[in-house]
């Protein structure tokens, strides 16, 4: 099935606007989001801990809804999900 | 009451929400944390608005490295600190308003007073330590904060009623990592005229408030975007209204 990993701000600058990609049935958020930065390690390493957890900061947002990131290996991927994952910025 | 002065300088605005209108922003006081990037903006807007009583709080002096954003502040102000330069720039702009100023870093033990008896709390700072400090006194006084922040060409916004909407802890539990963010001046332009949109909205109780929603803007892309987000019932900083006001 086909889905969607949009990033924001810094993790655009590093993976780009979004990601199609085409996962396994049962593939979990942090399966699908491991598996479209993995080839990146930059950008892999600025979502992931060396533990490879969702970074504390990171927001993950699954069709418009936030999505707790401790939370998110129980979600599985649907058909046609939309995830999106970003850092807050800080600037003022 | 309105003098001749204010019906004339507010005419086009008060054909949006009239007399009244313009007497709740005229009785309003609004607290301004930060006279940077999105606190020149934020400022300017809400002194032209004729909100009655804007104070501003800033600890820093004016850099020439601050003039691409922070539109306040003029190349002649250098080494000059940023609330004399904001107090004189805000009564140009409106002599019919009252602008106080403090030059201070907002602080845990002077948060609370600094504050004072503002009706709102509009977020200019630029790390997340001072807005988490400043998202607990508005929940400690009930009042709303105004939120924004940026990063390059990308920011978000959102709007936070203690007790009722998802406040910042909600949001963003966990601060991200410090750094010296790169910014262009017309993204804290762009969030800071969200904000004092809200700010002026939340005054006239006009329009859908932007709470529970996190405004995203990536300029590059000329994008929009919103996510929505909920209460923490376990939230550190605001959980414990959670069940006085019994939702």
């Known amino acids: 099935m086909k889905v969607r990993v949009r990033f924001f701000a810094r993790f655009r600058e590093l993976l780009g606007n979004e990601i199609v990609a085409e996962v396994a049935e049962g593939t979990t958020v942090p399966d699908l989001v491991k598996q479209v930065t993995e080839k990146n390690s930059e950008g892999h390493t600025a979502i992931f ?19 707790d990131t401790a939370d998110a290996p129980k979600q599985i991927i649907a058909d046609g999900d939309d995830i999106a994952v970003f850092p807050p910025v800080a600037g003022g | 009451m309105l003098s001749e002065r204010e019906r004339e300088r507010y005419n086009r605005q008060m054909l949006l929400f009239g007399d009244a209108g313009q007497e709740q922003l005229k009785k309003a006081h609004i607290f301004i944390a930060g006279a940077g990037g999105l606190g020149s903006p934020v400022s300017i807007y809400l002194a032209a608005a004729g909100i009655g009583t804007l104070t501003v709080v800033d600890r820093d002096v004016v850099d020439r490295s601050n003039l691409n954003r922070q539109i ?9 600190k940023k ?44 790390n997340y330590p001072a807005r988490y400090l400043l998202n607990k ?31 910042l802890s909600c949001i963003f539990p966990q601060a991200p990592p410090e750094e010296e963010s790169p910014v262009i001046g017309v993204t804290p332009g762009l969030i800071g005229m969200v904000q004092a949109t809200e700010v002026l909205k939340y005054l006239l109780k006009k329009g859908e408030l932007l709470t529970n929603r996190l405004f995203i803007w990536d300029g590059l892309q000329a ?10 019932p376990l939230c550190t900083a605001c959980g414990s209204l959670y069940e006085t006001s019994g939702d």
Do not use: W
Request: charged share 25%; with cysteine.
């Open chain 1, 49 to 67: 801990d060396e533990n490879g957890q969702f970074r504390e900061y990171v927001i993950l947002m699954r069709n418009a809804r936030r999505i």
């Open chain 2, 72 to 80: 306040l502040h003029y190349d002649s102000n250098i080494g000059r």
């Open chain 2, 83 to 126: 609330t004399e330069s904001a107090e004189e720039k805000l009564r140009a702009i409106n002599p019919d308003i009252t602008v106080n100023v403090i030059d201070t870093s907002i602080e845990e033990k002077n948060a609370g007073n600094l504050v004072g008896n503002a009706e709102g709390i509009v977020d200019a700072m630029d």
């Open chain 2, 137 to 167: 006194i508005a929940v400690n006084k009930n009042i709303p904060l105004f939120h924004g922040a940026v990063r390059g060409f990308y920011g978000q916004a959102t709007t936070i009623i203690p007790g009722q909407t998802a406040c």
């Open chain 2, 223 to 232: 994008r929009a975007e919103e996510i929505y987000m909920e209460r923490n």
